[in-house]
């Protein structure tokens, strides 16, 4: 299954899974990724995250996070916020070995100051498989461009 078949099945079924979800299955891990991105879904979030403690997260204003826990918790904030959206557009994928980095165009879409803003960003996440299983270990957002 590509990438793209990957995600628009991801994006359908949510967090939803199910039998045809291999736990070594790349596309697979990036699909849940993703759909629990959209879905505000921190457990399935999580379980496609690195086990170890060192994960990389770098936002849009340039802020670095370094653990696991952070990313956990800047997720479990950007969550509890119901109005925003996410949409993404796959634009590359590598995998060679027991690594992987997908490059996406992201749109956001959430109220500020009681207007509809919106931003669209490249992101980039690299995963590593670790005893047998895809983690997530770098997320970089970097913005392209927003508007009212």
Do not use: C
Not at 94 to 102: E, K, P
Not at 115 to 123: F, G, I, M, R, T
Not at 131 to 146: C, E, F, H, P
């Amino acid at each position: 299954m590509g990438v793209f078949k990957a995600l628009a099945l991801g994006l359908v079924l949510g967090s939803g899974g199910g039998s045809a979800w291999a736990a070594d299955d790349f596309e697979a891990t990036l699909a849940k990724h993703l759909a629990a991105v959209s879905g505000r879904d921190l457990p399935a979030l999580e379980a496609t995250l690195t086990t170890g403690p060192d994960l990389t997260l770098i936002l849009p204003n340039a802020t670095r996070m370094t653990t696991r826990q952070a990313f956990v918790d800047f997720h479990k904030d950007f969550f509890a916020d119901k109005s925003w959206t996410m949409r993404f557009e796959p634009v590359s994928k590598t995998v060679a070995g027991d690594m992987a980095v997908v490059t996406l165009r992201t749109h956001w879409e959430g109220p500020d100051d009681g207007k509809v803003v919106w931003s669209e960003s490249w992101l980039t996440l690299v995963f590593r498989k670790e005893a047998g299983k895809w983690g997530l270990i770098y997320d970089q957002n970097t913005r392209i461009r927003t508007g009212p």
